[in-house]
């Protein structure tokens, strides 16, 4: 499985980005998928996951209302949609895959993981 993840950039406080992931080599509705972000000097977190189906999902309270994650299997496809962004959002943002039916929200579910994409939210 390989994971590509694209559409960062760099943006003002208070703006949109769509990021995307596409995984390749297997057929996603198989994995569970997350979003995931390593700010400068931080821990990696979550800030989104979808499941298999698409009919679960997971936000923390720091994105939640803000960002939406949704999944297209047809195209193997994951999307992130982040509106109202904040300075403290600024982070590499990073797509993964994983056979697990858990909590979605731990990086020890995830097996792939792609080479993350930088967002960076200017004041």
């Known amino acids: 499985v390989q994971l590509q993840a694209y559409g960062g950039g760099l943006v003002q406080a208070g703006n949109s980005l769509r990021l995307s992931c596409a995984l390749s080599?297997?057929?996603?509705?198989?994995?569970?998928m997350g979003w995931f972000r390593q700010g400068s000097g931080k821990e990696r977190e979550s800030v989104a996951a979808?499941?298999?189906?698409?009919?679960?999902?997971y936000y923390p309270d720091s994105v939640k209302g803000r960002f939406a994650i949704s999944r297209d299997n047809a195209k193997n496809t994951m999307y992130l949609q982040m509106n109202s962004l904040k300075p403290e959002d600024t982070a590499i943002y990073y797509c993964?895959?994983?056979?697990?039916?858990?909590?979605?929200?731990?990086?020890?579910?995830?097996?792939?993981w792609g080479q993350g994409t930088l967002v960076t939210v200017s004041s």
């Open positions: 979808i499941s298999q189906s698409g009919d679960v999902t």
């Open positions: 993964a895959a994983g056979r697990t039916y858990g909590s979605f929200r731990l990086l020890t579910e995830y097996d792939y």
């Open positions: 080599g297997r057929t996603s509705s198989n994995y569970a």
